[in-house]
């Protein structure tokens, strides 16, 4: 699946351009691990991405396996893989297997 993901303009002074972007996918019913993800730098946004089995978390649990998953963006300040609170991060996108246009903004901050 592939898609785009962007900072909304009013969280771009709450982001460094060194800071890490995590794009990735969990399944949309079954393990809370991601199945796939992707990093970029805060400063390569708005940003192309694609998630498939080749980014795979971990090899027995590939995105193609899913037919529903749920896909989120988040900036990590230091480049840690879990949440902070008052990190930027968008609202999960429900998406099927395949899909080639999603949207996804990171608008809000973690609570």
């Known amino acids: 699946m592939s898609g785009q993901v962007s900072l ?13 972007v995590f ?9 809370r691990m991601p199945l ?9 946004l708005p940003a ?6 080749h980014s795979a978390m971990d090899p027995a649990l590939r995105l193609s396996r899913y037919s529903e ?10 480049g840690e ?12 996108a429900q998406a099927t297997l395949g899909t080639r246009d999603l ?3 990171i608008d809000r901050l973690q609570p």
């Open 81 to 92: 893989a879990l949440p902070r609170p008052g990190e930027p991060v968008g609202a999960p």
């Open 48 to 53: 192309r991405f694609t998630l498939d089995d």
């Open 23 to 31: 794009v990735f996918a969990r399944a949309a019913e079954g393990p």
């Open 69 to 78: 998953v749920v896909v989120t963006a988040r900036i990590s300040r230091g």
């Open 36 to 44: 796939a993800i992707l990093q970029l730098r805060a400063a390569d």
């Open 103 to 105: 949207v996804l903004r």
């Open 8 to 20: 909304a303009p009013a969280l771009a002074g709450k982001v460094s351009p060194t800071d890490t």
